[in-house]
């Protein structure tokens, strides 16, 4: 396998579009099946965490519905003094500075209830990201062989972006209203219970639009949002081959593609929007007809005389701020059903469990372990392709400080035993061991300390050389990436840039040849010392003479370390202690290249097809 990535055909992988697509079906299928909010329930313990905020956003919160509220009983007092038999020529500047006092009362109160509501929904999914990021990081490549990267980041992105703007806004006009709506149904109990009784009758015919309409708008969310994260999939399997892309005149291929996913999710997201504005236009249409009809009951009963004008005004304001904070529930409860949505796929990413993890009882590696490796009757296939073992009763013994070659022809399984060995899979059987500690037992984060990795193509990071050779070890001093950097023949062309070592790279360092890039990669791995060195057609990507360079810079890394190199050209292994051939996940034969040349073998013939039994 030339592709530490793992070859479609080998390891079994679906398609990305069909993988994605039926990540996108079962993803629907059980949302689908959900009727409630319950997965923003993920948020609280997030909210637990910041107490402190919780409990002032709650009093400024309560404070801002009181003053709210408070209004009009200053507006009923100040009516009913004006409008009262005995209020001739008494002064009526003291009821409105009342009115004014509760006036500013409740703009400072709404203040810092902004505030401190606001403040905690973005602390909330600021944790929240982090979180799910460094969740993310956690999983095994098995889960990123059914769910495309592109759907991983739609769901870190876009659909946290959703929670965020109901934690930041919504929920503030939420709760606000919420507040509001009891407290005015309770004074209204107060001021005149006959009416209130009307009002009451009235208001299931206005919560009934949220409960027909919201799930249909929940689920129509839930929808655009797989659709959106199709599209954001294939945009980034296009622009990351975008130079292949254009190669093969496939622009226009490509935006038609990503058109149609962007097309689908609008005609989704427009039946969304159809469905919230029906269920706005319904909700405010019978909120503010029964206020109407009750105002006009209101009337009547004042000029009975069975009720004060001033208990009138107050009971017509505090219908006005019941039917007003009802309409705005309505409105805010269209983005919890969205939010709801979103957060239930971000909740499958939180509940997503890495098959490969430390066990409770991890077995330490030795301190001084020198990199003996053991690999005993292990047999793997991949998830995709149980059927297809890449791996077959496969016994290998490499010694501290063992230069191993393994060759074979694609497909033999080579790559394999570098991901076993980095416990990227755990084998269906038999064993693997480093320094004789079984590596199931063992913390995937303490082996992967003792291996040094340069695959065929070993991807970079945006940022300076010094930044991508400290990836390999961040307490590297800029003397160790120095040397590192000389050691791997990268110095002299990083010193030629124009800024040297920081000098900035670009995305993924593609300001960088292909062979420059590969000898960066291999500064990394040679910065970190560690007894292990794995080198999976390291030098594939080098002319002739950095070839050279770099073999012989490797040649000296190499001393004292155990090391497994994976090579297809037979001329970079010919100095390896011993060479094993591989086919059909299994060790066909093994020993120096000579041996193998006198044997006749797989070797022999693979020898010939490359340069010649003759030159061998």
């Known amino acids: 396998m030339r592709d530490f990535k793992g070859e479609p055909n080998v390891e079994g992988r679906p398609t990305a579009g069909a993988a994605l697509a039926q990540q996108i079906s079962e993803g629907a299928a059980r949302r689908a099946k959900a009727r409630s909010v319950r997965a923003l329930g993920r948020l609280l313990p997030f909210m637990a965490a910041h107490r402190g905020d919780v409990v002032l956003a709650g009093i400024f919160l309560l404070a801002a519905t009181a003053s709210t509220l408070g209004l009009t009983g200053a507006v009923r007092a100040l009516v009913d003094h004006l409008t009262g038999a005995k209020s001739r020529g008494v002064a009526v500047d003291p009821w409105f500075w009342l009115l004014g006092g509760v006036a500013i009362a409740l703009a400072l109160s709404s203040a810092l209830r902004y505030f401190y509501v606001t403040k905690l929904g973005e602390r909330i999914v600021a944790d929240l990201r982090k979180r799910t990021y460094a969740h993310i990081l956690t999983l095994d490549p098995a889960f990123f062989l059914a769910t495309t990267t592109g759907e991983v980041l739609s769901r870190l992105t876009t659909d946290i972006q959703i929670v965020e703007n109901l934690l930041a806004t919504s929920v503030s006009v939420a709760l606000r209203n919420l507040l509001t ?141 019941a039917a007003g904070s009802t309409g705005a529930l309505g409105e805010t409860w269209g983005d919890v059903q969205k939010a709801a949505g979103a957060m239930e796929r971000v909740s499958e990413l939180l509940s997503a469990k890495p098959g490969i993890s430390a066990p409770a009882d991890a077995r330490p590696l030795p301190a001084d372990g020198a990199g003996d490796i053991r690999f005993e009757n292990v047999t793997f296939a991949y998830p995709g392709r149980p059927d297809l073992p890449a791996l077959d009763g496969f016994t290998l013994h490499v010694a501290p400080g063992e230069r191993v070659a393994l060759v074979g022809p694609s497909g033999a399984g080579k790559s394999t035993v570098l991901r076993l060995l980095l416990r990227f899979y755990d084998p269906q059987s038999g064993l693997v061991t480093v320094d004789g500690v079984n590596l199931t037992r063992a913390d995937p984060q303490a082996v992967r300390t003792r291996m040094a990795l340069v695959s065929q193509d070993s991807p970079l990071f945006s940022g300076s050389a010094t930044d991508n050779i400290r990836f390999g070890r961040a307490d590297a001093d800029l003397e160790a990436v120095r040397l590192a950097a000389q050691a791997a023949q990268a110095d002299v062309f990083l010193d030629a840039l124009p800024q040297g070592f920081d000098t900035p790279l670009g995305e993924r360092a593609r300001s960088l040849s292909g062979g420059q890039r590969q000898r960066l990669a291999i500064a990394r791995a040679l910065v970190r010392h560690a007894p292990i060195l794995l080198l999976d057609e390291a030098t594939s990507a080098l002319d002739a003479e950095n070839e ?49 040349i006198r044997q006749g073998g797989l070797y022999a013939r693979l020898a010939a097809l490359q340069f010649g039994v003759s030159d061998a």
């Open 181 to 321: 709506l009891i407290g005015a149904l309770f004074l209204l109990m107060v001021v005149s219970p006959h009416l209130t009784g009307l009002v009451l009758l009235i208001f299931p015919f206005v919560i009934a639009p949220l409960f027909l309409f919201g799930r249909r708008v929940r689920k129509l969310t839930a929808a655009t949002q797989d659709q959106f994260a199709q599209a954001i999939g294939h945009a980034g399997e296009t622009l990351d081959a975008l130079e292949t892309v254009q190669a093969f005149g496939g622009e226009a291929a490509g935006a038609a593609r990503f058109g149609a996913a962007v097309e689908a999710s609008f005609a989704t997201s427009l039946r969304r929007m159809t469905a919230r504005a029906i269920m706005t236009a319904a909700v405010i249409g019978l909120v503010f007809g029964g206020v109407v009809l009750v105002f006009w009951l209101g009337v009547h009963a004042g000029l009975r005389g069975d009720l004060s004008w001033g208990a009138l005004f107050q009971f017509a304001f505090l219908s006005v701020l």
């Open 548 to 596: 050279r360079l770099v073999q012989s810079a490797l040649d000296q890394a190499m001393v004292g370390h155990t090391t497994l190199v994976i090579a297809h050209r037979l001329a970079t292994v010919l100095k390896a202690d011993r060479i094993v051939v591989m086919d059909g996940g299994r060790v066909v034969e093994q020993g120096t290249h000579q041996t193998l």
